[in-house]
């Protein structure tokens, strides 16, 4: 037999019955219902139930591992191909930002100058001599050219 206070009604964990109305009115501290921690609670055993059943199939364990470890070894290959990617790209815009300024130095000496300062390419740094013997001899006749007869830019 239900009536309409058996509808609302409920019960609280402490056994007392309380309406719908009555719940409403009080503070969350004085609410029956379960609070976050029975949720948390329900949650944990849930997982725990869940963690016994993973090992009762070993295999299956044994699968998700290996299948996590390909996982993450595919998103770090990635991860690599990104950086390597982005450094490539770094390079490029540099180098050619570079070439742009050495384009548009006023005299040839200047432009000589600044690409000795600023070398296009970071990689070509050795302890060895960077620049063989003919690139030398130019560079060189053109720095003692102090009229400018060697190169003109206009």
């Known amino acids: 037999m239900s009536t309409a206070t058996e509808k ?8 007392t019955d309380v309406s ?17 921690a029975a949720l948390q609670s329900a949650l944990r055993s849930r997982q725990r139930a869940g963690h016994r059943e993973s090992l009762l199939d070993p295999e299956a ?7 996590d470890a390909l996982v993450g070894q595919m998103k770090a290959a990635e991860a690599r191909s ?18 742009h300024l050495i384009s548009c130095q006023p005299t040839g000496q200047r432009a000589v100058r600044l690409e000795m300062l600023l070398p296009v390419k970071t990689e070509r740094f050795s302890p060895d001599d960077a620049l063989d013997k003919r690139e030398r001899r130019r560079i060189e006749e053109i720095l003692e050219d102090d009229r400018g007869l060697t190169i003109n830019r206009t």
């Open 8 to 15: 609302d009604t409920c019960l609280p964990q402490t056994g």
């Open 20 to 36: 719908r109305a009555e719940m409403k009115s009080m503070s969350p501290q004085q609410n029956p219902e379960p609070g976050q």
């Open 82 to 99: 990104r950086v390597r990617l982005m450094r490539l790209r770094y390079q490029s815009m540099r180098s050619q930002e570079i070439k």
């Open 61 to 67: 364990e044994k699968h998700k591992r290996r299948q």
